[in-house]
Nanobody, 119 residues
Framework: QVHLVESGGGLVQPGGSLRLSCAAS????????MGWYRQAPGQQRELVAH???????NYADAVRGRFTIFRDNARNTVYLQMNSLKPEDAAVYYC?????????????WGHGTQVTVSS
């Protein structure tokens, strides 16, 4: 069993910054990929960014250049540094992890953390 614990959401003014973190714990052989998705009210969940175990990154066009994803492999933690936040970035942000355990690959989701961008 693997748990993802997210933190760092909150209220920020437009143009401000937030850093989200997500720590994975449990029985983990390797973390193939970790990332962040978001879901705004009435919208589908969408990819924000992810990073592979080889540190390859992928960003949604809407956040490229403003958000940075990075990971601490020793702590099984992924971070999302969000700069120049816009009102349209407001959403519930979900951590996602693709993890290998005893030769089997599983996908896990966090419970989500709210990001509100408002003046």
């Amino acid at each position: 069993q693997v748990h993802l614990v997210e933190s760092g959401g909150g209220l920020v003014q437009p143009g401000g910054s937030l850093r989200l973190s997500c720590a994975a714990s449990g029985t983990i052989s390797s973390i193939n990929r970790m990332g962040w998705y978001r879901q705004a009210p009435g919208q589908q969940r969408e990819l924000v960014a992810h990073i592979t175990m080889w540190a390859s990154t992928n960003y949604a066009d809407a956040v490229r250049g403003r958000f940075t994803i990075f990971r601490d492999n020793a702590r099984n933690t992924v971070y999302l540094q969000m700069n120049s936040l816009k009102p349209e970035d407001a959403a519930v942000y979900y951590c996602n992890a693709v993890i290998s355990t005893a030769g089997t690959v599983y996908e896990y989701w966090g419970h989500g953390t709210q990001v509100t961008v408002s003046s």
